[in-house]
C-alpha cells in the first residue's frame, strides 16, 4: 500500500505560480514512477508530468512543457509540481498518482497503482 496526500493548491491569478506537493508514505521503496494528472470539471482526467523515481527521468503533457516541472525529494518520499505561467485552462483538480510497476510510458493512467484524493486549483483571468 502507498498512500498519497497532496497539497499547495489553491486561487491564483492568470500568470502566476504555484508549487503543489505529494507527499508519499507506505511501501514507497516499490515505487518505480510518480505522475500528475489533472481534471477539469466535465472533461476527462489528463496527464501532466511524471517522474522516474529511479532515474530522475521525466516527461511533460505537450501543453506543459516549458511551464511546469516535476520533481522529487527521495529523502522525504515527495515529489513536486512546480507550476509557472499559469493560465485560466490550467484550473482543474490535480492529482499525485504512484506506479509500482515497471513500463516505459508511465503518461497513461492505467499504469499508476495508487491515486491522492487531489487538490484543487484555480487560475483567475
Known amino acids: 500500500q502507498v498512500q498519497l496526500e497532496e497539497s499547495g493548491g489553491g486561487l491564483v491569478q492568470a500568470g502566476g505560480s504555484l508549487r503543489l506537493s505529494c507527499a508519499a508514505s507506505g511501501r514507497t521503496f516499490s515505487t518505480y514512477a510518480m505522475g500528475w494528472f489533472r481534471q477539469a470539471p466535465g472533461k476527462e482526467r489528463e496527464f501532466v508530468a511524471t517522474?522516474?523515481?529511479?532515474?530522475?527521468?521525466?516527461s511533460y503533457a505537450d501543453s506543459m512543457k516549458g511551464r511546469f516541472t516535476i520533481s522529487r525529494d527521495n529523502a522525504k518520499n515527495t515529489v513536486y509540481l512546480q507550476m509557472n505561467s499559469l493560465k485560466p485552462e490550467d484550473t482543474a483538480v490535480y492529482y499525485c498518482?504512484?506506479?509500482?510497476?515497471?513500463?516505459?510510458?508511465?503518461?497513461?493512467?492505467?499504469?499508476?497503482?495508487?491515486w491522492g484524493q487531489g487538490t484543487q486549483v484555480t487560475v483567475s483571468s
Open positions: 498518482a504512484a506506479a509500482l510497476n515497471r513500463y516505459s510510458d508511465y503518461t497513461v493512467r492505467r499504469r499508476y497503482d495508487y
Open positions: 517522474i522516474n523515481c529511479r532515474s530522475g527521468g521525466s
